[in-house]
Structure formats: structure tokens, C-alpha cells
């Protein structure tokens, strides 16, 4: 046996070397024909602008979000810092919940006011509704369509009526629509209905007996071990109905930090931290944390400087190339969306931990690290997962109807961005490739390989799904975020022919050994102590 167990580890070694080998070969030639697509093709790309990082190299700003983030950069870090230097100064003077949410709702309502002008209006006054009708029927059976119903109404008006025009509630208020700040409000307020929800059912379970196993949970969790409380204890942990007041609320809904991309945090979590500041994230751990977002911002303009991804999905002419350059951009696109999103949420959660409140680590896992969609999931915008989980999938029956949850989970999360077809294209095309993984999973725990040989094959197996399902993934990402549901044919058609068959089964290929390599990732992190 113990023979046996040596010869696989010696195999597992050589193999981890063909692996890495083949890696590196792979992203020698994505970055190669990646630069020379950059230099063939910028004249007849737009949304390049001149750079600063490198010397007569243009600058890829075509996506909307990367620019504003990156031009509103100077302006957020000075009021982060001035947010950040008040709150401190406050919290010397030991207030306790209430005096602290009155202090972070007014710096709060500030920073509101410049982002929205006079439509803060319409945000303080769905937020009072909500109020309202969480304390009135929170007791009753039919709270959860009440919350729901009202906050979905509120989703889906916002979009339509775009924000509203004061000129509906009369001419009179007319002038007010010249006051509209410098960042639409309703796009903001989708993020403010995830709260409103959150209260509402976190006041509507606290007298309620919990199902978290706190002991069970204690024995697993490192963190609560050291004696200190993770995030999870603190989403879980029921709070006294003194904390569900209007002013911790409000705080709650529009904390400056937080408001405009999350990470998501429960109402829970957000009020056991007004009175006592998260704890554990060290001084260092969270200087790292600030370092670390520098150097992936470096990255990001190294990135944007060399290859132009993003001007290349926003034009036509990809349309154009071989199926080869087809997917070297839509890789590229790809991982260009997880390093934005990753400078996004990251920098706000920085900002949120240096005021003592912590919130989820919304990218845990790099894209490439990722081989099933469950696991994908769980490590893109995972704060979000976590709210879909606690307040949707757990209330509707949880893994016992996993099969149904996942369409309304996914359809929920496609009207919550937007709506738009695309984005329900992407929503019912993940849910139906989530159908197989979840019965290839159910047979994986069924069976049991009783050799080396069989575990051997097992593996092979479960590699070859992993690479299906990144390839899955490309495909539903690409249609919901970047050429939509129109272009499923182009997309599809670009591969299914003599020239483009080749290079799927050398994506495929690509996407095995990259699974392989996950696995050996995940067997050196079961090792460790």
C-alpha cells in the first residue's frame, strides 16, 4: 500500500511539472499574440487614451466603470480620508450604537448630498416606507411577500421611470431636476434595496430561535477559536431590538464606505460593529490590504497600457479575427472584468476596515483558480453569494430543492443589475449549466474508488468536466456581459467550423491542464497545517 501511495506521489510530481511547463508556454503565446493584436489593430480602436506608465503607449480606458472609477480616484481618497479622520476622532469620545450611527449617518448624508443633490429625497423616503412596514407586519406570516413585493416594485420603478423627474409631483419641483448631483442615485439604490431587505428579515428572525450551530461552528472556525468573532457568528448572531432603530437603520442603509459597491454586509453584522470595531483584522493586516490594492492598481495600468481587450469587445472588429485572436480577447476581457471589480469592491472595503467595520472579501480567488460553478460563484462578488444564500436560497429549501432555487436565485440576481435581456441570457444560460455539474456531483459522492487506478480515473474525470465548465463559463459570462444574447450564434459559430474546431480542443485542452493544476493547488493547501 505504502508503495503504492509513493508511486502516485512521485506521478503527481512529474505531472505537476508538465503542468506548469504547459502553463507557462500557454501565457507566453496569449501574451505575445495579445500585444501584437494591440499593436496591428489601436488605430481602429476607441476608447484609447494617452498613457503615462509606459513611454508612447496608448491606454485602454473604453470601459465606463474602469474610467470613472480611475478618474474619481483623487476625489474618493480625499473623502475617504476626511470620513476616515472624523469617524476616528469621534469614536475616541466612546459612543456607544446610537451615537456613533448618528455621527456616521451625518458624514454619510454629506457625502449622499454631493453624489445626488436633491434626490436624496427619493432615496430617504423608499427607506422610510421600508421602515415602516418592516416594524408594522414584521410579526405576521406574510411578512416576507410584503418586504419582497415592496422592494422589488422599488427595483423595477427606479429603472423604468429612470429616477423619476420632480416635474411628477408638479411643476413647482420642477427646478429640483437641475439639483441631481454627479452620480444617478437609482443606480446606487440597488445596493440600498439588498440592505432594506436585510434589516427587514434580521428584525423579523430575532426572536426567533437560530438555526446556527455556534458550538459546532466554534470547533472549525480559527478565528473564533483565538477568541474573536469571524464574520459569519456576526451575520448569525441575533441583535436586541434596541439596535433595529431608525437612525442605526438609516446609518446603515447610506454608510459612505459601503454605498456605492459594496461589499454587501448583513444588518447584523454592520451593527455588532458600530459598538464594538472589527477585531479581526490586525493594524498590519489591513496596511497590507491598502499595499496590495496599490500593486493590483499597477497591475491594472500595466494591463490596460499593453493589451486592449476591452476596445476590442466593445468593437465590431473582433467580429473579424480568427477564432484563435476570438478567444485571447475574450479571455482577456474576462479577466480584465475580475481585476476592475476586484480595485472596486477592494478599495471600499479597505476604506470600510480602516473606519472598524468589516466587511467580506468580495474576490477571494483569483478567476483562473476556479473549475466548477458552484466554487466560482462563491469567489466572484461573494459577499453578494453570501446574501443570496442567508436571504433566498435558504428560505426557499436550501439544498433539498437546489435544482429550482438556482433558477430563481440567478433570475433575481439578473433583474437586480439591470434590466436587460442579455443579463437574463446569462442568468438562465449559468442555471442550465449548473444542471449537470450538480448530477455529476451528486454521482461523484455516490462513488467510492476502491483502487488507485479507479481514483486515478476519477480524477481524469473530474479534470475533464473542470475544463467543460470553464468553458461554460466563458461562454455565459461573455453573453450577459459582453456581446449578449444576439451574439450567442457569432460566438458559437466562430468555433463549430473547420478553422475554429482546433482551437476549441486546444481551449478545452488548456482548460484541463488549468484544472489539474487547481487540483494540485487545492491537495498543497490540505497539507499544510
Same mark, same amino acid.
Given at each position: 500500500m505504502?508503495?503504492?501511495?509513493?508511486? #502516485?506521489?512521485?506521478?503527481k510530481r512529474k505531472?505537476l511539472w508538465?503542468?506548469?511547463?504547459?502553463?507557462?508556454?500557454?501565457?507566453?503565446?496569449?501574451?505575445?499574440?495579445?500585444?501584437?493584436?494591440?499593436?496591428?489593430y489601436y488605430?481602429q480602436l476607441?476608447?484609447?487614451?494617452?498613457?503615462?506608465?509606459?513611454?508612447?503607449?496608448l491606454?485602454?480606458?473604453s470601459?465606463?466603470?474602469w474610467?470613472n472609477l480611475?478618474?474619481?480616484?483623487?476625489?474618493l481618497?480625499?473623502?475617504?480620508?476626511i470620513?476616515?479622520?472624523?469617524?476616528?476622532f469621534?469614536r475616541?469620545?466612546?459612543?456607544?450604537v446610537?451615537g456613533m =450611527?448618528i455621527v456616521w449617518?451625518?458624514?454619510s448624508?454629506?457625502?449622499?448630498?454631493?453624489?445626488?443633490g436633491?434626490?436624496?429625497v427619493?432615496i430617504l423616503s423608499?427607506?422610510?416606507?421600508n421602515f415602516?412596514?418592516v416594524?408594522i407586519?414584521?410579526q405576521k406570516e406574510?411578512?416576507?411577500?410584503v418586504v419582497w413585493?415592496?422592494?422589488i416594485?422599488?427595483l423595477?420603478?427606479?429603472?423604468?421611470?429612470?429616477?423619476?423627474s420632480?416635474? #411628477?409631483?408638479?411643476?413647482?419641483?420642477?427646478? $429640483?431636476?437641475?439639483?441631481?448631483?454627479?452620480?444617478?442615485w437609482?443606480i446606487?439604490?440597488?445596493?440600498?434595496?439588498l440592505r432594506?431587505?436585510?434589516?427587514g428579515f434580521?428584525?423579523h428572525?430575532?426572536n426567533?430561535n437560530?438555526?446556527?450551530d455556534?458550538e459546532k461552528?466554534?470547533?472549525?472556525c480559527?478565528?473564533?477559536k483565538s477568541?474573536k468573532s469571524c464574520y459569519?457568528?456576526l451575520?448569525?448572531?441575533s441583535?436586541?431590538n434596541?439596535?433595529?432603530?431608525?437612525?442605526?437603520?438609516l446609518?446603515y442603509l447610506?454608510?459612505a464606505p $459601503?454605498?456605492?459597491?459594496?461589499p454587501i $454586509?448583513?444588518?447584523n453584522?454592520?451593527a455588532s460593529?458600530?459598538d464594538?470595531?472589527?477585531?479581526t483584522?490586525s493594524?498590519?493586516n489591513?496596511?497590507l490590504?491598502?499595499?496590495?490594492?496599490v500593486?493590483?492598481l499597477?497591475?491594472?495600468?500595466?494591463?490596460?497600457h499593453?493589451?486592449?481587450?476591452?476596445a476590442?469587445?466593445?468593437?465590431d472588429?473582433?467580429k473579424?479575427?480568427?477564432?484563435?485572436d476570438v478567444?485571447?480577447?475574450?479571455?482577456g476581457v474576462?479577466?480584465f472584468m475580475?481585476?476592475k471589480?476586484?480595485?472596486i469592491?477592494r478599495?471600499?472595503?479597505?476604506w470600510?476596515?480602516i473606519?472598524? #467595520?468589516?466587511?467580506?472579501e468580495?474576490?477571494p480567488?483569483?478567476i483562473?483558480?476556479?473549475h466548477n460553478?458552484?466554487g466560482f460563484w462563491k469567489n466572484?462578488?461573494?459577499?453578494?453569494?453570501?446574501w443570496?444564500v442567508?436571504?433566498?436560497?435558504?428560505?426557499?429549501?436550501?439544498?433539498k430543492?437546489k435544482?429550482?432555487n438556482?433558477?430563481?436565485?440567478f433570475?433575481?440576481?439578473a433583474?437586480?443589475?439591470?434590466?436587460?435581456?442579455k443579463?437574463?441570457?446569462?442568468a438562465?444560460l449559468?442555471?442550465l449549466?449548473f444542471?449537470p455539474?450538480?448530477?455529476?456531483k451528486?454521482?461523484a459522492k455516490?462513488?467510492?474508488?476502491?483502487?488507485s487506478?479507479?481514483?486515478?480515473?476519477?480524477?481524469e474525470? =473530474?479534470?475533464v468536466a473542470?475544463a467543460?465548465?470553464?468553458?461554460?463559463?466563458?461562454?455565459a459570462n461573455?453573453?450577459?456581459?459582453?456581446?449578449g444574447p444576439?451574439g450567442?450564434?457569432?460566438?458559437?459559430?466562430?468555433?463549430?467550423n473547420k478553422e475554429?474546431?482546433p482551437?476549441?480542443?486546444?481551449?478545452?485542452m488548456?482548460?484541463?491542464?488549468g484544472?489539474? #493544476?487547481?487540483f494540485?493547488i487545492d491537495?498543497a493547501?490540505q497539507?499544510?497545517p
Amino acid at each position: 500500500m505504502a508503495t503504492s501511495v509513493n508511486k #502516485i506521489g512521485h506521478w503527481k510530481r512529474k505531472e505537476l511539472w508538465f503542468l506548469v511547463i504547459y502553463a507557462i508556454l500557454f501565457y507566453v503565446i496569449i501574451i505575445n499574440r495579445s500585444l501584437q493584436l494591440s499593436r496591428d489593430y489601436y488605430k481602429q480602436l476607441h476608447g484609447l487614451r494617452p498613457g503615462w506608465l509606459i513611454a508612447h503607449y496608448l491606454n485602454d480606458v473604453s470601459d465606463a466603470q474602469w474610467r470613472n472609477l480611475r478618474g474619481n480616484i483623487p476625489v474618493l481618497t480625499l473623502v475617504f480620508a476626511i470620513f476616515t479622520l472624523l469617524a476616528n476622532f469621534m469614536r475616541a469620545f466612546n459612543l456607544r450604537v446610537k451615537g456613533m =450611527s448618528i455621527v456616521w449617518l451625518l458624514f454619510s448624508l454629506a457625502y449622499l448630498s454631493y453624489l445626488h443633490g436633491a434626490c436624496i429625497v427619493f432615496i430617504l423616503s423608499i427607506a422610510t416606507g421600508n421602515f415602516l412596514l418592516v416594524k408594522i407586519f414584521a410579526q405576521k406570516e406574510y411578512f416576507p411577500l410584503v418586504v419582497w413585493s415592496y422592494n422589488i416594485l422599488f427595483l423595477l420603478c427606479n429603472r423604468i421611470y429612470e429616477g423619476y423627474s420632480f416635474s #411628477i409631483f408638479g411643476q413647482q419641483w420642477a427646478f $429640483l431636476d437641475n439639483y441631481r448631483g454627479s452620480f444617478r442615485w437609482h443606480i446606487c439604490f440597488n445596493f440600498v434595496v439588498l440592505r432594506m431587505i436585510s434589516f427587514g428579515f434580521d428584525f423579523h428572525w430575532s426572536n426567533q430561535n437560530s438555526h446556527f450551530d455556534q458550538e459546532k461552528h466554534y470547533q472549525h472556525c480559527h478565528i473564533c477559536k483565538s477568541g474573536k468573532s469571524c464574520y459569519q457568528v456576526l451575520q448569525e448572531r441575533s441583535l436586541h431590538n434596541d439596535n433595529f432603530g431608525y437612525i442605526t437603520y438609516l446609518c446603515y442603509l447610506v454608510y459612505a464606505p $459601503l454605498y456605492i459597491a459594496g461589499p454587501i $454586509l448583513n444588518f447584523n453584522a454592520f451593527a455588532s460593529q458600530i459598538d464594538v470595531p472589527q477585531n479581526t483584522n490586525s493594524v498590519r493586516n489591513v496596511t497590507l490590504n491598502g499595499f496590495r490594492w496599490v500593486l493590483s492598481l499597477l497591475l491594472m495600468e500595466l494591463m490596460t497600457h499593453l493589451f486592449y481587450y476591452n476596445a476590442f469587445a466593445n468593437s465590431d472588429l473582433w467580429k473579424h479575427l480568427s477564432p484563435m485572436d476570438v478567444f485571447i480577447i475574450g479571455y482577456g476581457v474576462l479577466n480584465f472584468m475580475w481585476l476592475k471589480f476586484l480595485l472596486i469592491w477592494r478599495f471600499f472595503r479597505f476604506w470600510s476596515l480602516i473606519n472598524g #467595520i468589516e466587511a467580506p472579501e468580495n474576490m477571494p480567488k483569483c478567476i483562473n483558480n476556479c473549475h466548477n460553478l458552484e466554487g466560482f460563484w462563491k469567489n466572484w462578488h461573494a459577499s453578494f453569494n453570501k446574501w443570496l444564500v442567508r436571504y433566498i436560497y435558504i428560505p426557499l429549501g436550501g439544498s433539498k430543492k437546489k435544482l429550482l432555487n438556482v433558477w430563481v436565485v440567478f433570475t433575481f440576481v439578473a433583474i437586480w443589475h439591470d434590466l436587460e435581456w442579455k443579463l437574463l441570457s446569462w442568468a438562465w444560460l449559468t442555471c442550465l449549466f449548473f444542471i449537470p455539474e450538480l448530477v455529476l456531483k451528486s454521482a461523484a459522492k455516490a462513488f467510492q474508488a476502491q483502487s488507485s487506478f479507479g481514483e486515478c480515473i476519477f480524477r481524469e474525470l =473530474s479534470a475533464v468536466a473542470g475544463a467543460v465548465t470553464i468553458t461554460c463559463l466563458m461562454v455565459a459570462n461573455l453573453v450577459g456581459f459582453v456581446v449578449g444574447p444576439s451574439g450567442i450564434n457569432w460566438l458559437l459559430s466562430s468555433f463549430l467550423n473547420k478553422e475554429g474546431l482546433p482551437v476549441l480542443g486546444g481551449m478545452l485542452m488548456t482548460f484541463y491542464v488549468g484544472t489539474k #493544476i487547481m487540483f494540485h493547488i487545492d491537495e498543497a493547501k490540505q497539507r499544510s497545517p
